[in-house]
């Protein structure tokens, strides 16, 4: 039986009623809300794997809903929107979401980002190869036991994909990172050229661990290459 359980926030019956029939004959356990404040109050109360969340739900918005989820949890969490312009797409990054799928859509295409979601955040739980348990930069220390940041002794709260992001970095600290090499190692797909899911999750991780998100110390812009990390101490 598959471990995972699942949040579905949708609120047209037809399509939350075809998504968990099929997912649950992939044997996903699949809990279903119809409206933002059931959504909220459904994860509040249960553990959930992975978030599928649509953006124009009633009572409370979906972006309303996300922001709720990440005061205090990066569970991964899947856009399924109607909209399909590239500043709903940077705002639903940039508020945290994992990944972004767009109506109409196919259930073996949300299966699939599932599989890869869900895989990248249980990879974490393995055991690193030749890793010490500690990663450090500056102020900043990374612990791979209970992957937890901290700035100074202060937690600071990444989502899935910002945490492989830095993670990355310090693990190779002399490196610089092409775009497409982020997005490859990351995402764990091909790069189609689309440069805004790399660009609004690094802005997204210096907003959180910079002291100045304009004037980087961590993340460092290579022009016209990619990013490094900083040679901070």
């Known amino acids: 039986m598959n471990p995972y359980r699942i949040l579905l926030v949708e609120d047209d019956p037809a399509i939350s009623e075809m998504l968990k029939?099929?997912?649950t004959t992939e044997n996903y356990e699949i809990v279903c809300a119809f409206d933002g404040q059931e959504?909220?109050?459904?994860f509040d109360s249960g553990t959930f794997h992975l978030v599928l969340l649509d953006l124009m739900i009633p009572r409370i918005s979906g972006m309303n809903v996300m922001q709720h989820i990440r005061t205090d949890s990066v569970v991964p969490i899947i856009i399924l929107s109607a909209k399909d312009t590239e500043?709903?797409?940077?705002?639903?990054l940039g508020l945290g979401a994992d990944d972004y799928i767009t109506k109409p859509f196919s259930v073996v295409e949300v299966l699939a980002r599932i599989k890869a979601n869900?895989?990248?955040t249980t990879q974490y739980a393995k055991p690193a190869e030749a890793l010490?348990?500690?990663l450090t930069a500056g102020s900043l220390t990374m612990n791979l036991t209970d992957y937890s940041l901290t700035k100074n002794g202060q937690s600071i709260e990444?989502?899935?994909?910002?945490?492989?992001?830095l993670k990355l970095l310090l693990k190779n600290p002399q490196k610089v990172y092409t775009k497409e090499q982020i997005y490859s190692l990351i995402w764990n797909d091909a790069y189609m050229g689309d440069e805004n899911a790399v660009n609004v999750h690094i802005s997204r991780l210096r907003s959180k661990i910079e002291d100045d998100p304009r004037n980087p110390r961590y993340v460092l812009t290579v022009w016209g290459i990619g990013?490094?990390?900083?040679d901070v101490l």
């Open 158 to 165: 990444l989502t899935a994909k910002e945490f492989e992001i």
């Open 87 to 92: 500043g709903d797409k940077t705002l639903g």
């Open 227 to 230: 990013y490094k990390l900083g």
């Open 39 to 42: 959504a909220c109050s459904l």
């Open 132 to 134: 010490p348990a500690l």
């Open 118 to 120: 869900l895989r990248r």
């Open 21 to 23: 029939n099929y997912l």
